[in-house]
């Protein structure tokens, strides 16, 4: 999109607030956007398929009862809602999930308590604070994107991608992809052929059910495995009925770092890395978010779309804050849910009659912000057993498409060595050793040969 698109304005309607640079707009669901029932129905099963998947990692890995994680979750979705509520993001905004199983291999493995988990989990996300801040400000996140080398950043994706995969089958396997082998695997096997398969790609073409099935993204999945799990003796359902009052007391008293205790320097040290990473796992997602909404925006000239980076980087910044003193999980607010962003942005595409403009379509899937999902106890108590499947499809999907976008970024066989050294080096390694690794293997093997894009 091009530099005079981002200052046209938007006419979708909003409230104007913020720094100059930022230009935030406020957009009030039923007030600015309207209910769009195709995106509410789908985000009201894929929204809550992955918006409670951490559940498992919250009540296992550190310490939470149900109730509480619950409560955190809560907290987590209502952040990423606010991008587009509160700051009028035009992305669909989810976890900077590749980041996910590096964040958690790293804390996992060096702190054995939940509260110094926690603890880390704060000063990582104040890090890639610090990082959003600068970049954004100085506007330099663009010059370092293009100064690291092409073999370097692969690397860095495919290395994410090796771990979320690890994180399965190897870390803890016995946690969920064993506990329900069967569901787990025809969840994760429907969506790879739905989402990726190159046959089924080209039938999409002349099978409108096929289409359909493929733009619902992780649900088909996750209901088969909903279905086949308890016929299999994978899943036991024990439905409650009533509302969940979220703990959110309870949950103050064991996460946030005024309650806790803030993380010394040590923490903040050793998270720098996995903060970087962070980083420039997000600057892709905005890459590929502004080319998803450029391409669209080709078939939508009525409502031409405000692309600023400055408030993007803010944005998040601000959302990470929040989160870091409430309910410090890294990496779960970033700004680009592809899957969810492409299908919004394919319907907005159609036209008025069918998304009168793109924020509606946003707004409705994340279900225009009412966390409805996380009160009512026959969905969560229904969900419960699922949320480890949930959790490993999640994972399984990001390693697959890590993998194919990083493969497919080296230009020789050198490169290609490069990015696999790289990668192994990140998922087994600590990050301090994984990104020396990064940078040596970088140096010497394929010299830092940076890109030549112009700003």
């Known amino acids: 999109m091009t530099e005079q698109a981002q200052h046209r304005s938007d006419p979708a309607p909003g409230w104007h607030w913020g720094p100059g640079k930022a230009k935030f707009t406020a957009r009030v669901p039923f007030l600015h956007t309207r209910l769009l029932w195709p995106e509410f129905l789908q985000g009201l099963f894929v929204a809550a398929a992955t918006g ?138 429907i969506c790879l052929i739905l989402m990726f398969s190159a046959p089924l790609i080209r039938m999409r073409e002349n099978h409108k059910f096929i289409a359909m099935l493929a733009a619902l993204g992780l649900l088909p999945g996750f209901l088969a495995a909903a279905i086949v799990g308890p016929l299999v003796g994978e899943v036991n359902y024990e439905i409650q009925w009533g509302w969940l009052i979220p703990p959110l007391g309870e949950l103050w008293d064991k996460v946030s770092p005024f309650a806790i205790g803030w993380p010394d320097a040590d923490m903040f040290i050793k998270g720098a890395p996995v903060a970087l990473i962070g980083y420039v796992l997000l600057f892709g997602d905005l890459v590929t978010g502004n080319a998803v909404l450029a391409e669209a925006q080709e078939k939508r000239p009525d409502q031409p779309i405000e692309i600023n980076t400055n408030r993007s980087h803010l944005s998040i910044a601000i959302r990470n804050v929040v989160m870091a003193i409430t309910a410090p999980f890294f990496p779960t607010q970033g700004t680009l849910w592809t899957g969810v962003h492409v299908v919004i ?54 390693g697959f498409a890590c993998s194919y976008v990083a493969m497919a970024m080296p230009r020789d066989n050198t490169e290609r060595g490069t990015v696999l050294l790289i990668a192994m080096g990140l998922a087994v390694f600590s990050p301090w050793v994984g990104l020396a690794i990064a940078v040596g293997a970088t140096l010497l093997l394929t010299g830092w040969n940076t890109e030549t894009a112009e700003d």
């Open 345 to 398: 942005a394919e319907r907005w595409k159609q036209g008025k009659g069918a998304v009168e403009n793109l924020h509606s379509g946003i707004q409705s899937y994340y279900l225009m912000g009412l966390p409805v999902l996380f009160l009512a106890l026959p969905l969560l108590t229904g969900l419960k057993p699922l949320m480890g499947i949930a959790l490993s499809l999640t994972l399984v999907l990001t």
């Open 52 to 189: 409670l998947a951490l559940v498992p990692i919250f009540v296992g890995m550190f310490g939470l009862s149900f109730e509480q994680a619950v409560a955190m979750s809560l907290i987590h979705t209502t952040l990423i809602a606010s991008a587009s509520i509160v700051f009028g993001e035009p992305y669909a905004p989810g976890w900077i999930t590749p980041a996910l199983p590096l964040a958690l291999g790293f804390v996992a493995v060096t702190w054995a308590d939940p509260t110094q988990r926690f603890q880390a989990m704060t000063a990582i996300t104040l890090d890639f604070v610090a990082l959003l801040v600068f970049f954004g400000i100085t506007g330099l996140g663009g010059r370092l994107m293009r100064w690291l080398p092409t073999a370097f950043k692969a690397g860095l994706i495919l290395g994410a991608g090796i771990a979320a995969l690890k994180r399965v089958f190897v870390d803890d396997a016995e946690k969920f992809l064993l506990q329900a082998p069967v569901a787990t695997t025809l969840a994760c096997a």
